[in-house]
């Protein structure tokens, strides 16, 4: 099996199966779409954009390929899986190869950890633990049609956070977040750039928003003795909005804000399946036991297993 960078020969194939693809990267596609052939080409012609697609080939049959993403996380020592294509070559054979030569590339570029998540009942979730993957939770994704929230009042209780903000959005992470979560990811990226709700002066309850053309996605992280109205606040500050207007939003509700999901049901969210989050550790061997870092200056070669 070989594994090597994707090439501009590999597009047509990656187009031809791109209905096909396995995504593992849940807030990308619900917000951009499936731009798995638009950022791979991306990640060909700019490799500083933090994206590496690489190939695993059969030798044997060379139409047999699986191709592979990740992206590097902003502001964390941590790169992403975003997809497997096309989904029915995402076998031992072809994945482990393909895993090894992205381990290689994200440990080369300084991160600590690889992360994937995917449906807890789906196959690939035994795929990925035999390529040492290992959960450290799990989430349930909401979705809210377009204009189905009711815009909050004047008075409502949240607002846009700010950078002076990011320190108490961290310390009520250090507090509520799992220690098995914390041990993955130490602390959240861009802490300033969503909404807060504060009392007394005390941050008790944060959103962090990734918004696209196709959808907004929030992660809800809220102190469980709140009352849900500062929950349903929450809702109707997003719908005010104006980036919201006629996109669909997206709740992740991780296992331990479970106390979420009885609002969003009675408020007609419609809830997805549940998924598993993943992560693989990686070290400097990562990149010491497959050889020259590809597209490093004056190094190539695939790696042959």
Same mark, same amino acid.
């Given at each position: ?9 590999? *597009? ?13 990267? #849940?807030?990308? %596609? ?26 695993? +080939? ?26 497997? #294509?096309?989904? !029915?070559?995402?076998?031992? @054979?072809?994945?482990?190869?393909? $895993? ?5 590339? @994200? ?10 998540? %995917?449906?807890?009942?789906?196959? @690939?979730?035994?795929?990925? !633990? ?14 809210? #049609?377009?204009?189905?929230?009711? %815009? ?13 903000? =990011?320190?108490?959005?961290? +310390? ?31 941050? *008790?309850?944060? =959103?962090?928003? +990734? ?6 996605? %929030? ?9 849900? =109205? ?18 669909? $939003?997206? $709740? ?17 969210? +419609? ?14 061997? #990562? ?19």
């Amino acid at each position: 099996m070989l594994a090597r960078a994707f090439e501009w020969r590999d *597009l047509s194939y990656l187009h031809a199966f791109r209905a096909q693809t396995l995504f593992l990267d #849940s807030a990308l %596609v619900l917000t951009r779409g499936p731009l798995q052939v638009l950022g791979t080409m991306l990640s060909a012609v700019f490799p500083s954009a933090g994206l590496f697609t690489a190939v695993a +080939q059969d030798e044997r049959h060379p139409r047999a390929r699986l191709i592979g993403q990740l992206a590097r996380l902003k502001g964390l020592p941590a790169a992403r899986l975003t997809f497997l #294509s096309p989904e !029915r070559f995402a076998r031992e @054979a072809y994945f482990i190869p393909l $895993l090894t030569l992205l381990a290689r590339q @994200a440990a080369a570029g300084n991160a600590l950890r690889l992360l994937a998540e %995917v449906e807890s009942d789906h196959a @690939a979730l035994s795929l990925l !633990r035999k390529g040492g993957f290992l959960p450290y939770g799990k989430q349930r994704i909401w979705r809210f #049609s377009p204009d189905s929230i009711a %815009v909050a009042e004047k008075d409502a209780l949240w607002r846009i956070a700010n950078r002076q903000d =990011a320190f108490a959005v961290q +310390q009520l992470y250090a507090r509520l977040a799992p220690p098995a979560v914390q041990g993955v990811l130490s602390r959240l990226p861009d802490a300033e750039t969503g909404l807060v709700y504060a009392r007394d002066g005390e941050v *008790l309850g944060y =959103a962090s928003l +990734q918004y696209g053309l196709r959808g907004v996605f %929030v992660r809800p992280l809220l102190q469980p003795d709140l009352d849900t =109205a500062v929950f349903r606040s929450m809702l109707g500050t997003l719908a005010s909005l104006s980036f919201l207007r006629s996109r669909p $939003l997206y $709740l992740a509700v991780t296992a331990e804000q479970g106390w979420l999901e009885t609002s969003l049901e009675d408020l007609g969210a +419609q809830p997805g399946s549940e998924q598993t989050l993943l992560f693989k550790s990686l070290t400097a061997s #990562s990149v010491r036991q497959t050889g020259p870092l590809l597209h490093s200056p004056g190094l190539s070669g695939p790696i042959v297993f």
